[in-house]
């Protein structure tokens, strides 16, 4: 009985320490900028994207599929790296901070190979943030009243 009661108990508290993950496949962009480590030479910096589509979602952190694990030389997950994802959600779209943590390859490593990644939330901006918990908490479905209204998208 007693050992029971503290399996419950363990349960309970691994459903409060864990966020809890939602399945919604919404279109992601994630961008960051070229590190110019050249020395003295100046070099413009370009912007690099990657396009994919999320897998599942929750308060902490974004599990997402691409098609490549780096841009250029730049790796998409390890060194701490910084990048900025935009999710198109129905009512509109939301930008974040975000650091991946780990990935898979899903397929043969062929040039057409899947990635599935999972990143860490950093920052949001409060307006997003609302934003983003009222898409979860209501199962992607749209609703009166919340619609985000974003900046003009330049790809």
């Not at 480590?37 to 308060?59: A, V």
């Not at 701490?80 to 991946?100: F, H, Q, T, Y």
């Not at 599935?116 to 609302?130: C, N, P, Y």
Request: charged residues 25%; positive net charge; proline residues 3%.
């Amino acid at each position: 009985m007693i050992r029971e009661f503290f399996a419950q108990f363990n349960k309970t508290l691994a459903k409060r320490v864990v966020s809890s993950r939602y399945s919604y496949q919404v279109p992601i962009k994630l961008t960051f900028e070229q590190e110019n480590k050249t020395g003295r030479l100046q070099m413009p910096k370009i912007p690099l994207y990657i396009n994919g589509e999320t897998r599942d979602l929750s308060q902490s952190g974004i599990g997402f599929m691409v098609s490549s694990i780096r841009l250029q030389e730049n790796y998409l997950v390890g060194e701490e790296r910084i990048l900025n994802a935009e999710l198109d959600l129905p009512n509109g779209k939301i930008s974040m901070k975000v650091v991946g943590r780990r990935y898979e390859q899903l397929s043969e490593p062929t040039s057409s190979g899947k990635f599935l990644i999972g990143a860490k939330i950093l920052e949001m901006s409060d307006e997003h943030k609302e934003f983003y918990e009222h898409f979860l908490i209501n199962g992607g479905k749209l609703t009166q009243g919340k619609v985000l209204k974003f900046g003009v998208d330049q790809s």
